[in-house]
């Protein structure tokens, strides 16, 4: 019998997490339940940071970036960073999480996180806590759901950014280079650059050769093309070489990326001599206020965690599949992550564009194996 829940949010933030909140707090009412709201994540579970949530709390927010309670991404109660003797250790905390919320009388969870955040949730649930998640990032490449929320405000974010520095590329018949989010998967890069009419699509999931994009933009410049447009994931790697890092964040438990942008435009200036600039759009992707498509898909995700609760489907998360919200297990979901198919419909769409990916050059594509064997 369900009489009290929690929602948390934790990990890095993406627009929606408030439409999230407000799905769960209203649809609980319905149910007559209590709602408590996790402070900072991690944190605030582990030192009992809670406070109560109804429907005056949640009054408007789903216009609203960011999230209401807090987040962070340092708060793994499995892998909880303490300093001891001047250094960082990671220690188990997990049993005082769950001692915290039973204390509190939370009959259940709602976990709102990525990758790491699902991890967490099917972690506390074999403790014996129950758990439902919701799946969000904006770099959409949580394999369980066909759309993470915050995923369409990024790339709506990341589009308008290219469509401005399209306009004053070809003012100075610059090379433009605009590293974006998508640490594992490139969807947002993938997405963005279809839309902005970017010229080259740098990913994770290709490889790519410097000298086969210093060409290819040449062979543009040769080609009476007076700029180009290059996007690269903040996860993109060359051939022969690794992806770009910033900081190595113990305290997170992850390599923090970034720097991948002005490493392709240096080496484009190097090759070429074309004047170019790199922009790094950064958190600005994680900002702001969420799309209508977000809002929507938030707020059905947060309805769709309070029925699963009362239909004790624990130890799942609600996932997009096709036009329907449905309960999958998290130890499904986290199996692996949704990257983009190099061979996929949408790359050879963008290839069929013209768009270069850094393996190969000339456009059209493998056509010209395919002529060469006809
Ligand atoms: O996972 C979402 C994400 O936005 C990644 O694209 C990016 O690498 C990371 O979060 C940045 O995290 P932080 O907020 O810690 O800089």
């Known amino acids: 019998m369900v009489r009290k829940i929690a929602v948390m949010t934790g990990g890095g933030d993406a627009p929606g997490l408030n439409a999230v909140i407000r799905g769960v707090v209203k649809t609980a009412e319905t149910y007559g339940w209590e709602v408590i709201g996790i ?26 970036g960011g999230t209401i309670l807090g987040t962070t ?49 099917h972690r506390l649930s074999q403790l014996g806590l129950n758990v439902v998640g919701v799946p969000k990032t904006i770099d959409n490449d949580l394999m369980a759901t066909d759309q993470t929320f915050g995923f369409d405000t990024a790339i709506q ?39 902005g009419q970017a010229n080259a699509i740098l990913i994770p999931e290709i490889p790519f050769g410097f000298g086969k994009i210093a060409e ?49 435009g240096d080496e484009i200036v190097r090759k070429t001599g074309l004047e170019t600039r790199v922009t790094v759009l950064g958190h600005v992707q994680r900002g702001g206020s969420p799309t209508s498509f977000d809002r929507v898909l938030a707020t059905r995700y ?15 998360l609600v996932a997009l599949r096709g036009t329907a919200i449905v309960p999958v297990p998290i130890a499904e979901a986290i199996r692996q992550l949704k990257h983009v198919d190099p061979e996929g419909e949408l790359v050879c769409a963008a290839r069929d564009l013209g768009i270069c990916f850094g393996d190969v050059v000339s456009v059209p594509w493998p056509r010209q194996d395919e002529k060469a064997r006809a």
Request: glycine letters at 14%.
């Open 39 to 64: 402070k900072d994540g991690g944190e605030g579970l582990l030192h009992e940071d809670f406070v109560k949530l109804g429907s005056d709390e949640v009054h408007g927010i789903a216009s609203i």
């Open 73 to 121: 991404n340092r708060g793994n109660p499995f892998s909880y960073p303490i300093e001891r003797d001047g250094h960082v250790e990671l220690v188990d905390r997990s049993g005082e999480a769950v001692d915290n919320l039973k204390k509190a009388g939370v009959d259940c969870l709602v976990a709102i996180g990525g990758d790491g955040g699902m991890n967490i949730a």
């Open 157 to 195: 974010t990341a589009t308008e950014a290219l469509d401005r520095l399209t306009t004053t590329a070809e003012a100075h018949h610059r090379v433009m280079v605009v590293e974006v989010m998508g640490r594992d998967a490139g969807w947002i890069a993938l997405h963005s650059g279809i839309a």
């Open 216 to 264: 290819y933009v040449n062979e543009r410049y040769a080609h009476g093309k007076s700029y180009s447009l290059v996007v690269v994931s903040e996860g993109a790697r060359p051939l022969d070489g690794e992806p770009v890092y910033q900081e190595w964040n113990p305290a997170a438990g992850v390599r923090r990326l970034g720097g991948i942008g002005p490493k392709v």
């Open 302 to 316: 947060g309805v769709e965690a309070v029925h699963a609760i009362a239909d004790g489907k624990f130890d799942h």
